[in-house]
Protein backbone atom coordinates (compact mmCIF):
# COMPACT_ATOMS: atom_id res chain seq x y z
CA UNK A 1 0.00 0.00 0.00
CA UNK A 2 1.96 3.19 -1.62
CA UNK A 3 2.33 5.60 1.29
CA UNK A 4 0.31 4.11 3.77
CA UNK A 5 1.72 4.89 6.88
CA UNK A 6 1.52 9.01 6.14
CA UNK A 7 -0.12 7.18 7.99
CA UNK A 8 -1.31 7.85 10.70
CA UNK A 9 -1.48 11.36 11.92
CA UNK A 10 -0.79 14.73 11.03
CA UNK A 11 -2.03 17.78 12.58
CA UNK A 12 -2.35 21.69 13.00
CA UNK A 13 -2.37 24.73 14.93
CA UNK A 14 -5.41 27.70 14.90
CA UNK A 15 -3.74 30.53 16.48
CA UNK A 16 0.41 31.33 16.64
CA UNK A 17 0.56 29.99 19.90
CA UNK A 18 1.44 26.40 18.30
CA UNK A 19 1.01 23.09 20.35
CA UNK A 20 4.22 21.73 21.68
CA UNK A 21 5.68 18.30 21.28
CA UNK A 22 4.76 16.41 24.29
CA UNK A 23 7.47 14.36 25.28
CA UNK A 24 5.17 11.74 26.59
CA UNK A 25 1.94 10.70 24.34
CA UNK A 26 0.41 7.77 23.54
CA UNK A 27 -2.81 7.71 21.45
CA UNK A 28 -4.16 4.85 20.54
CA UNK A 29 -6.66 4.23 17.27
CA UNK A 30 -8.88 1.99 15.80
CA UNK A 31 -9.03 1.04 11.84
CA UNK A 32 -11.93 0.13 9.93
CA UNK A 33 -12.17 -0.93 6.26
CA UNK A 34 -15.61 0.15 5.18
CA UNK A 35 -17.84 -1.48 7.57
CA UNK A 36 -15.54 -4.15 8.88
CA UNK A 37 -13.85 -3.47 12.20
CA UNK A 38 -10.26 -4.20 10.50
CA UNK A 39 -7.71 -3.36 13.72
CA UNK A 40 -5.38 -0.91 15.60
CA UNK A 41 -3.36 1.19 15.53
CA UNK A 42 -0.97 3.81 18.35
CA UNK A 43 0.94 6.94 18.12
CA UNK A 44 3.86 7.16 20.88
CA UNK A 45 6.02 10.45 21.36
CA UNK A 46 8.86 10.29 23.87
CA UNK A 47 11.98 11.91 24.94
CA UNK A 48 15.13 10.50 23.75
CA UNK A 49 18.66 11.02 22.81
CA UNK A 50 20.67 11.06 19.27
CA UNK A 51 24.12 11.17 18.59
CA UNK A 52 24.36 12.75 22.04
CA UNK A 53 21.63 15.57 21.76
CA UNK A 54 18.20 16.02 23.21
CA UNK A 55 15.52 14.62 20.65
CA UNK A 56 12.32 12.87 20.26
CA UNK A 57 11.30 9.43 18.99
CA UNK A 58 7.38 9.29 17.45
CA UNK A 59 6.55 6.10 16.79
CA UNK A 60 3.55 4.72 14.85
CA UNK A 61 2.22 0.91 14.87
CA UNK A 62 -0.76 -0.60 12.87
CA UNK A 63 -1.86 -4.26 12.79
CA UNK A 64 -5.29 -5.45 11.22
CA UNK A 65 -6.97 -8.45 12.96
CA UNK A 66 -7.72 -11.65 11.25
CA UNK A 67 -10.83 -10.81 9.54
CA UNK A 68 -8.80 -7.67 7.95
CA UNK A 69 -5.67 -9.50 6.86
CA UNK A 70 -7.96 -11.99 4.39
CA UNK A 71 -8.80 -8.41 2.47
CA UNK A 72 -5.16 -6.87 3.27
CA UNK A 73 -2.76 -7.59 5.69
CA UNK A 74 -1.38 -4.59 7.60
CA UNK A 75 1.86 -5.06 10.20
CA UNK A 76 3.62 -1.48 10.39
CA UNK A 77 6.30 -0.37 12.29
CA UNK A 78 7.74 3.43 11.87
CA UNK A 79 9.75 5.74 13.87
CA UNK A 80 10.87 8.89 13.10
CA UNK A 81 13.45 10.94 15.61
CA UNK A 82 12.80 14.67 15.55
CA UNK A 83 14.98 17.38 16.77
CA UNK A 84 13.42 19.89 19.24
CA UNK A 85 13.25 22.56 16.22
CA UNK A 86 10.88 19.71 14.66
CA UNK A 87 13.31 18.85 11.99
CA UNK A 88 14.03 15.24 11.01
CA UNK A 89 17.30 13.53 12.23
CA UNK A 90 16.47 9.78 11.22
CA UNK A 91 13.27 7.48 10.15
CA UNK A 92 13.15 3.63 10.12
CA UNK A 93 10.49 1.63 8.27
CA UNK A 94 9.38 -2.22 9.27
CA UNK A 95 5.99 -3.41 7.68
CA UNK A 96 4.48 -6.19 6.01
CA UNK A 97 1.71 -4.40 3.72
CA UNK A 98 -0.47 -7.39 1.83
CA UNK A 99 2.50 -9.28 0.55
CA UNK A 100 5.32 -6.93 0.24
CA UNK A 101 7.88 -7.12 3.06
CA UNK A 102 9.34 -3.09 3.12
CA UNK A 103 12.22 -1.82 5.31
CA UNK A 104 13.16 1.71 4.79
CA UNK A 105 16.01 3.59 6.57
CA UNK A 106 16.67 7.40 6.24
CA UNK A 107 19.52 9.69 7.84
CA UNK A 108 18.58 13.53 7.57
CA UNK A 109 21.27 16.58 8.20
CA UNK A 110 21.63 20.10 7.39
CA UNK A 111 24.75 22.05 6.65
CA UNK A 112 25.60 25.45 5.30
CA UNK A 113 21.72 26.36 5.39
CA UNK A 114 20.68 23.10 2.91
CA UNK A 115 19.10 20.06 3.67
CA UNK A 116 20.63 16.24 3.33
CA UNK A 117 18.58 12.93 2.97
CA UNK A 118 20.38 9.70 2.92
CA UNK A 119 17.88 6.93 2.02
CA UNK A 120 17.95 3.05 1.12
CA UNK A 121 15.02 0.80 0.87
CA UNK A 122 15.51 -3.02 1.12
CA UNK A 123 13.47 -5.13 -0.98
CA UNK A 124 12.71 -8.79 0.04
CA UNK A 125 14.49 -10.28 -3.12
CA UNK A 126 17.53 -8.57 -1.45
CA UNK A 127 17.82 -5.44 -3.80
CA UNK A 128 18.42 -2.16 -2.82
CA UNK A 129 17.04 1.17 -3.74
CA UNK A 130 19.30 3.86 -2.52
CA UNK A 131 19.41 8.04 -2.87
CA UNK A 132 21.56 10.88 -1.55
CA UNK A 133 20.07 14.41 -2.33
CA UNK A 134 20.63 17.65 -1.11
CA UNK A 135 17.40 20.46 -0.86
CA UNK A 136 16.49 24.16 -0.06
CA UNK A 137 14.01 22.64 2.58
CA UNK A 138 13.56 20.09 4.92
CA UNK A 139 13.17 16.24 3.94
CA UNK A 140 10.47 14.95 5.86
CA UNK A 141 9.09 11.10 5.81
CA UNK A 142 5.95 9.61 6.41
CA UNK A 143 5.46 10.07 10.32
CA UNK A 144 8.11 13.58 10.58
CA UNK A 145 5.31 15.35 8.23
CA UNK A 146 2.71 14.61 10.92
CA UNK A 147 4.54 16.68 13.19
CA UNK A 148 4.74 19.41 11.02
CA UNK A 149 1.24 19.60 9.63
CA UNK A 150 0.01 18.91 13.61
CA UNK A 151 2.48 22.39 14.50
CA UNK A 152 1.58 24.36 11.62
CA UNK A 153 0.22 27.97 12.23
CA UNK A 154 -2.76 28.34 9.54
CA UNK A 155 -3.84 31.94 11.51
CA UNK A 156 -4.77 33.72 8.28
CA UNK A 157 -4.87 30.84 5.89
CA UNK A 158 -8.22 29.82 3.45
CA UNK A 159 -9.81 26.21 2.46
CA UNK A 160 -7.30 25.17 -0.15
CA UNK A 161 -4.00 27.09 0.60
CA UNK A 162 -1.10 24.59 -0.12
CA UNK A 163 1.88 23.91 1.68
CA UNK A 164 4.40 22.34 -0.59
CA UNK A 165 7.31 19.84 0.93
CA UNK A 166 9.68 17.03 0.22
CA UNK A 167 9.14 13.75 1.39
CA UNK A 168 11.37 10.56 1.75
CA UNK A 169 9.18 7.73 0.83
CA UNK A 170 10.47 4.18 -0.86
CA UNK A 171 13.88 4.89 -1.43
CA UNK A 172 13.22 7.92 -3.17
CA UNK A 173 12.62 12.32 -2.26
CA UNK A 174 9.27 13.31 -4.05
CA UNK A 175 7.74 16.96 -3.82
CA UNK A 176 4.09 16.31 -2.22
CA UNK A 177 1.47 19.14 -1.23
CA UNK A 178 -0.62 19.77 2.73
CA UNK A 179 -3.63 21.17 1.48
CA UNK A 180 -6.06 23.25 4.45
CA UNK A 181 -9.63 21.93 3.76
CA UNK A 182 -10.64 24.02 6.42
CA UNK A 183 -13.21 23.36 9.45
CA UNK A 184 -15.04 19.93 9.73
CA UNK A 185 -17.38 18.61 12.26
CA UNK A 186 -16.35 14.86 12.95
CA UNK A 187 -18.39 12.33 15.10
CA UNK A 188 -16.61 9.10 16.34
CA UNK A 189 -18.46 7.06 18.72
CA UNK A 190 -20.84 9.59 19.75
CA UNK A 191 -18.50 12.12 20.56
CA UNK A 192 -18.75 15.36 18.01
CA UNK A 193 -15.04 16.62 17.50
CA UNK A 194 -14.38 19.79 15.83
CA UNK A 195 -12.08 19.31 13.33
CA UNK A 196 -8.69 21.07 11.10
CA UNK A 197 -9.04 18.86 7.98
CA UNK A 198 -5.89 18.81 5.51
CA UNK A 199 -4.99 16.52 2.54
CA UNK A 200 -1.80 15.27 2.04
CA UNK A 201 -1.55 14.86 -1.86
CA UNK A 202 0.38 14.31 -5.00
CA UNK A 203 0.55 17.21 -7.55
CA UNK A 204 -0.66 16.40 -10.59
CA UNK A 205 1.38 16.92 -14.15
CA UNK A 206 -0.89 19.76 -14.84
CA UNK A 207 -1.87 22.56 -13.33
CA UNK A 208 -5.35 21.12 -12.91
CA UNK A 209 -5.20 20.50 -9.21
CA UNK A 210 -8.69 18.72 -9.21
CA UNK A 211 -6.39 15.96 -10.60
CA UNK A 212 -4.34 15.60 -7.33
CA UNK A 213 -3.57 11.86 -6.40
CA UNK A 214 -5.14 12.74 -2.38
CA UNK A 215 -2.77 10.16 -0.80
CA UNK A 216 -4.48 10.43 2.80
CA UNK A 217 -7.05 12.86 4.35
CA UNK A 218 -6.04 14.08 8.07
CA UNK A 219 -8.50 15.63 10.69
CA UNK A 220 -7.05 17.22 14.01
CA UNK A 221 -8.73 19.01 16.70
CA UNK A 222 -9.52 22.45 16.52
CA UNK A 223 -7.87 23.20 20.11
CA UNK A 224 -4.15 24.18 21.68
CA UNK A 225 -3.70 20.63 21.59
CA UNK A 226 -4.60 19.80 17.95
CA UNK A 227 -4.76 15.61 18.24
CA UNK A 228 -4.74 13.56 15.36
CA UNK A 229 -8.59 12.10 16.04
CA UNK A 230 -8.85 10.36 12.02
CA UNK A 231 -7.44 9.45 8.87
CA UNK A 232 -8.52 8.15 5.62
CA UNK A 233 -5.96 6.22 4.15
CA UNK A 234 -6.06 5.78 0.12
CA UNK A 235 -5.89 2.00 -0.79
CA UNK A 236 -5.75 0.58 -4.23
CA UNK A 237 -9.40 -0.69 -3.70
CA UNK A 238 -10.63 2.03 -1.31
CA UNK A 239 -9.82 3.66 1.86
CA UNK A 240 -9.04 2.56 5.19
CA UNK A 241 -10.01 5.04 8.49
CA UNK A 242 -8.25 5.31 11.58
CA UNK A 243 -9.96 7.09 14.16
CA UNK A 244 -9.02 8.14 17.55
CA UNK A 245 -10.19 5.43 20.63
CA UNK A 246 -11.71 6.94 23.60
CA UNK A 247 -9.43 8.60 25.61
Same mark, same amino acid.
Given at each position: ?6 ? @? ?7 ? %? ?7 ? =???? =? ?31 ? %? ?63 ? =? ?19 ? %?????? =? ?11 ? %? ?11 ? @? ?13 ? @? ?51
Amino acid at each position: MRKIAAL @LFACMAVTA %AQAQLNGDE =TINY =TLSLGFINAGKASLVTEQTMYNGTEAYSVSLTA %ATNKVADKIYRIRDTLTATISPQEEPLHFWKHSYEGDDIVRETAEFSKSGGKYRGILEKHYKDGT =TRACDTICEMPVYDMVSITIF %ARHLDI =TGREPGDRFHFEL %ADAGMVEKETLIY @LGRQKMKISGTQYNC @LAFSVAQPSDNDDSSSDNELLKIYVSDDEQRIPVGLDIGLPFGKAKARIANR
